[in-house]
């Protein structure tokens, strides 16, 4: 009889492939991975450690399961990923209850560790993040049309507030081939759209190949039958080359949008943070962005809170993002991290300053979004269809301008029945807050 073990993964994306490939693994070697928990001989929490909601979130999943192991309804629980990477045996110190905690080295020997845990084992291991592998295959837990790519793992970049390099260790490229293979076997599963990560994807082959590949890896892809949008996130600025806005603007498979983390623009806090380029590098970066790819939409995300970051240094960021007004926006509060030197840097600020500056922040980028949107009515648009909304007799689906589970959606009607994955073509008619509304032109 098959194990059945249950599989909960948070945090980021490439956390997700991560539990995707040992999902894969596991079935490889006959384990049932299961939706339902009740009567699990394991479930795996593959957790995020990088900032404290993101650890609360993990330490509530894991007490939870534990209350499932009490109550008899799984036998074992197991936590992977990279809270179990970044505290080790603190966990089992804290939550004596769990049966393992397995580093993200392990990865590659789930289904014989897992073996081991349900025959009555209570395992600590924690090989060299390293080991952690970078292929496989992958039981797919997004919609069959779409699937994260994951190009590299582990960062070099060393900013000041990130823990993510002594957990995931440095930055480590896939061979291309590898990635072409994948991509390929995704497009013959049905995916129509690639959505390209990694801790630093325009970082991409300067490891393995001593240059910048991410340009030459678009081309490449774009030559896969079967694959129609593809979609970066994660890039630095410093490493938004002229190559990779060619491509963007040449090929027409990639989609004209980016996902461009600037954490802030004054200097003083820009240096402090460890961030490549300065503000005026930056500000030239989105000039030619846009000259070169006119409809281009970036997203970013911002910081508030930094130490250091007073009245003046804050309004600088404000009075940036009201004059860039960019199409998509996050804002974080500053989360000091031990082990990271922005714990232990002076001029620490209050929490509930840090919140005021973020919500600040997050207000004014609403008001820029109402009037982009406000100015994309009449327009007409491609649209991905994820879902048909029996409620109201209509359907969500998702233009270039949005990445799935962080952005907008358009919710729209059709005099015809469509099926998830479809692209049709969508006239805008109206704004609900971040979504547009709009209707199939036939």
Same mark, same amino acid.
């Given at each position: 009889m098959a194990y059945r073990v249950g599989m909960i993964s948070l945090g980021c994306p490439k956390n997700q492939v991560d539990a995707e490939i040992m999902m894969a693994a596991l079935e490889r070697e006959n384990f049932e991975i299961v939706d339902y928990f009740n009567g699990a001989d394991a479930v795996i929490i593959n957790t995020c450690g990088f900032i404290d909601d993101a650890k609360k979130e993990a330490i509530d999943n894991i007490l939870s399961a534990v209350e499932l192991k009490k109550e008899g309804i799984v036998k074992k629980v197991i936590v992977t990923g990279c809270l179990a990477q970044r505290y080790q045996s603190e966990i089992l110190d804290e939550i004596p209850e769990v049966d393992a905690i397995l580093g993200i080295g392990t990865n590659a020997e789930i289904p014989i560790l897992v073996r081991k845990v349900i025959d009555g084992e209570q395992l600590l291991s924690f090989p060299p993040n390293c080991s952690l592998p970078l292929n496989g295959k992958r039981v797919l837990t997004t919609p069959e049309y779409w699937a994260y790519l994951k190009i590299a793992d582990g960062c070099s970049n060393r900013c000041t507030y990130c823990t993510i390099p002594s957990i995931r260790g440095d930055f480590r490229s896939r061979e291309m081939q590898d990635i072409l293979d994948e991509a390929q076997q995704l497009a013959l599963s049905g995916v129509k759209e690639l959505i390209v990560i990694a801790q630093d994807t325009t970082s991409y082959g300067i490891d393995l190949y001593g240059e910048l590949k991410l340009p030459e890896l678009l081309n490449?892809?774009?030559?896969?039958?079967?694959?129609?949008?593809?979609?970066?996130?994660?890039?630095?600025?410093?490493?938004?080359? =002229?190559? $990779?806005?060619?491509?963007?603007? @040449?090929?027409?498979?990639?989609?004209?949008?980016? %996902?461009? !983390?600037? /954490?802030?623009?004054?200097?003083?806090?820009?240096?402090?943070?460890?961030?490549?380029?300065?503000?005026?590098?930056?500000?030239?970066?989105?000039?030619?962005?846009?000259?070169?790819?006119?409809?281009?939409?970036?997203?970013?995300?911002?910081?508030?809170?930094?130490?250091?970051?007073?009245?003046?240094?804050?309004?600088?960021?404000?009075?940036?993002?009201?004059?860039?007004?960019? =199409?998509? $926006?996050?804002?974080?509060?500053? @989360?000091?991290?031990?082990?990271?030197?922005?714990? %232990?840097? !002076?001029? /620490?600020?209050?929490?509930?300053?840090?919140?005021?500056?973020?919500?600040?922040?997050?207000?004014?980028?609403?008001?820029?979004?109402?009037v982009k949107n406000n100015e994309r009515i009449g327009k007409t648009f491609r649209v991905l269809v994820e879902e048909y909304d029996g409620y109201t007799d209509s359907y969500v689906g998702r233009t270039y301008m949005d990445a799935p589970e962080i952005d907008g959606l358009v919710k729209f009607t059709c005099s015809r029945e469509l099926n998830e994955g479809d692209f049709v073509d969508v006239k805008i008619f109206s704004q609900l807050d971040y979504d547009l509304l709009g209707e199939v032109i036939e």
């Open positions: 490449a892809l774009c030559e896969i039958d079967g694959i129609e949008w593809i979609r970066l996130l994660y890039c630095y600025p410093d490493r938004v080359t =002229d190559e $990779l806005l060619e491509v963007m603007s @040449s090929q027409p498979k990639v989609v004209h949008y980016i %996902d461009l !983390p600037l /954490q802030h623009i004054d200097d003083k806090i820009l240096t402090a943070m460890n961030r490549r380029g300065s503000s005026e590098e930056i500000k030239t970066l989105i000039e030619k962005m846009r000259e070169k790819i006119p409809d281009i939409v970036i997203r970013t995300t911002f910081i508030t809170g930094f130490p250091g970051e007073g009245e003046e240094e804050f309004e600088t960021l404000a009075e940036f993002i009201n004059k860039t007004e960019f =199409d998509r $926006l996050g804002c974080f509060v500053f @989360s000091p991290q031990e082990g990271t030197p922005a714990n %232990d840097m !002076p001029d /620490q600020i209050e929490d509930s300053v840090k919140t005021r500056r973020s919500e600040v922040i997050m207000q004014d980028q609403y008001e820029i979004v109402s």
